[in-house]
Nanobody, 123 residues
Framework: QVQLVESGGGLVQPGGSLRLSCAAS????????MGWYRQAPGSQRELVAD???????NYADAVKGRFTISRDTAKSTVYLQMNSLKSEDTANYYC?????????????????WGEGILVTVSS
């Protein structure tokens, strides 16, 4: 069983900052990547940023230069520093982990999603 504990969301004024955290635990043999997606009301879920175990990062064009994803490998935790927030950043943010699960002689490539955390950017 895998657990993802997300924290750091809330209400912030335009131009403000928030830092999201997501800690993974449970039956995870090896994390390949972790990331953040978001979904605004009436919109599809979209990638915000992700980071591989090797440290390679990937960002959506809409957040480049404003958001920074980082990780603490020892804590199996990923962070999303969000600066210069805009009203259009308002959404539910979901943490995701891609990992390997070893079961005997078998190795499974797995994905797991957090429950989501609300970020509201409003004056």
């Amino acid at each position: 069983q895998v657990q993802l504990v997300e924290s750091g969301g809330g209400l912030v004024q335009p131009g403000g900052s928030l830092r999201l955290s997501c800690a993974a635990s449970g039956s995870i043999s090896s994390i390949k990547s972790m990331g953040w997606y978001r979904q605004a009301p009436g919109s599809q879920r979209e990638l915000v940023a992700d980071i591989t175990s090797g440290g390679t990062t990937n960002y959506a064009d809409a957040v480049k230069g404003r958001f920074t994803i980082s990780r603490d490998t020892a804590k199996s935790t990923v962070y999303l520093q969000m600066n210069s927030l805009k009203s259009e950043d308002t959404a539910n943010y979901y943490c995701t982990v891609n990992y390997l699960k070893v079961d005997g002689d078998l190795v499974y490539d797995m994905d797991y999603w957090g429950e989501g955390i609300l970020v509201t950017v409003s004056s």
